[in-house]
T-cell receptor, first 114, second 110 residues
Framework: NAGVTQTPKFQVLKTGQSMTLQCAQD?????MSWYRQDPGMGLRLIHY???????DQGEVPNGYNVSRSTTEDFPLRLLSAAPSQTSVYFC?????????????FGPGTRLTVL | RKEVEQDPGPFNVPEGATVAFNCTYS??????FFWYRQDCRKEPKLLMS???SGNEDGRFTAQLNRASQYISLLIRDSKLSDSATYLC???????????FGTGTRLLVSP
């Protein structure tokens, strides 16, 4: 199993550009989530999904969209990039949800918005 | 006040030392607790869950104090490979939402 994969590893955008961060898992996990990690802030939940076709907002959803058309994939879309979205983005999955389940994280995408 | 608070460190210790980290949480309804480890520029990985009775995994011991709302991680006989950032994670009732602390950085030197 590849586990959780993320692409790209690095990305530089200009303000106003849009892009999609890809996340895929091959463990048949129901629960997937996106976090951003900023210095001094810890990981913060952006969006999450408890299964295909179901998504919901986390702590910091503004400026991001998600969809979950399959169990395997959970892309994160930046609609109009802003410098405040410069961060490291981690996708995670777990079998059933956050409660008492190990979260498996992808390797991260380092995004810079100029 | 942050929901989960950790001393950012860094904690600089020599090999073989014992070191302890604390993490406090503000939501008394929190139900599950974990320690994750994050190496520099890598993703977080589960180190251990924290149970009410306390639990041990080799050189690592985790404890929970619900009355004072903190969890702790004790590392005995520190190794160079223990150098990392240790993240405290709390899950609150009702929704499966993980709340992460900002992490405590540990540096183990020869």
């Amino acid at each position: 199993n590849a586990g959780v994969t993320q692409t790209p590893k690095f990305q530089v955008l200009k303000t106003g550009q849009s892009m999609t961060l890809q996340c895929a898992q091959d463990m048949n996990h129901e629960y997937m989530s996106w976090y951003r990690q900023d210095p001094g802030m810890g990981l913060r939940l952006i969006h999450y999904s408890v299964g295909a076709g179901i998504t919901d907002q986390g702590e910091v959803p503004n400026g991001y969209n998600v969809s979950r058309s399959t169990t395997e994939d959970f892309p994160l879309r930046l609609l109009s990039a802003a410098p405040s979205q410069t961060s490291v983005y981690f996708c995670a999955s777990s079998p059933h949800g956050g409660s008492a389940d190990t979260q498996y994280f992808g390797p991260g995408t380092r995004l810079t918005v100029l | 006040r942050k929901e989960v608070e950790q001393d950012p460190g860094p904690f600089n210790v020599p090999e073989g030392a014992t070191v302890a980290f604390n993490c406090t949480y503000s939501n008394s309804a929190s139900q599950s607790f974990f320690w994750y480890r994050q190496d520099c520029r890598k993703e977080p990985k589960l180190l251990m869950s924290v149970y009410s009775s306390g639990n041990e995994d080799g050189r690592f011991t985790a404890q929970l104090n619900r009355a004072s709302q903190y969890i702790s991680l004790l590392i005995r006989d520190s190794k160079l490979s223990d150098s990392a950032t240790y993240l405290c994670v709390v899950i609150n009732t009702g929704f499966q939402k993980l709340v992460f602390g900002t992490g405590t950085r540990l540096l183990v030197s020869p």
